[in-house]
T-cell receptor, first 115, second 115 residues
Framework: ETGVTQSPTHLIKTRGQQVTLRCSSQ?????VSWYQQALGQGPQFIFQ???????GRGNFPPRFSGLQFPNYSSELNVNALELDDSALYLC??????????????FGPGTRLTVL | GESVGLHLPTLSVQEGDNSIINCAYS??????FIWYKQESGKGPQFIID?????DKRQGQRVTVLLNKTVKHLSLQIAATQPGDSAVYFC??????????????FGKGTHLIIQP
């Protein structure tokens, strides 16, 4: 077990709704990254938070937003849900020694289904 | 297209045999690589990593080989066990000079262990 926890485990929403997913990072880790994993695919980078600020972002629209709190936990918010947002959302925590050697440890994920 | 990919979607091996899972990457600027194991319904689990200044790294029953000339990465699992059944992803970390770029994953190889 990595010590990274996510809630909820599963979630069902309808198109157009908004959702908030939560992540607690592993003890000692100050960086949180979020990924979207569609069925049968590898995870896709959404964004990363460090010291409560967005530190980098993948190719996701602005309706995907996030927060990081002083205790390094994080939230992922998705507005105006679309059917294609159905996926496993993964949180990973790390304390990178450098920008290019970021060993990330993943939580169990939140399975989001949009109907 | 994706920066990181795997050659085979499925690999079937006999229990006790050695497994070799391959990965090709296209970004020559990538300087850190990680192998993850993902079991059904779980988040990716860190297996082993390697930096670009190394050619080989060994862990417990696993070895990662990096060939920067042909941009190829492989994961060798010795004496494969039923518990090794999972999808294996290679991931690369590249720092482009701006914010974090996250990890780039391929689609994964499903390792199936035959009794």
């Amino acid at each position: 077990e990595t010590g990274v926890t996510q809630s909820p485990t599963h979630l069902i929403k309808t198109r157009g709704q908004q959702v908030t997913l939560r992540c607690s990072s592993q003890s000692g880790h100050n960086t949180v990254s979020w990924y979207q994993q569609a069925l049968g695919q590898g995870p896709q980078f959404i964004f990363q938070y460090y010291r409560e600020e967005e530190n980098g972002r993948g190719n996701f629209p602005p309706r995907f937003s996030g927060l990081q709190f002083p205790n390094y936990s994080s939230e992922l918010n998705v507005n105006a849900l679309e059917l294609d947002d159905s996926a496993l959302y993964l949180c990973a925590s790390s304390s990178p020694l450098s920008r290019s050697t970021d060993t990330q440890y993943f939580g169990p994920g939140t399975r989001l289904t949009v109907l | 297209g994706e920066s990181v990919g795997l050659h085979l979607p499925t690999l079937s091996v006999q229990e006790g045999d050695n497994s070799i899972i391959n990965c090709a990457y296209s970004n020559s600027a990538s300087d850190y690589f990680i192998w993850y194991k993902q079991e059904s319904g779980k988040g990716p689990q860190f297996i082993i990593d390697i930096r670009s200044n190394m050619d080989k790294r060994q862990g417990q029953r696993v070895t990662v080989l990096l060939n920067k000339t042909v941009k190829h990465l492989s994961l060798q699992i010795a004496a494969t066990q039923p518990g090794d059944s999972a999808v294996y992803f290679c991931a690369e970390n590249t720092y482009s000079g701006g914010g974090a770029d996250g990890l780039t994953f391929g689609k994964g190889t499903h390792l199936i262990i035959q009794p």
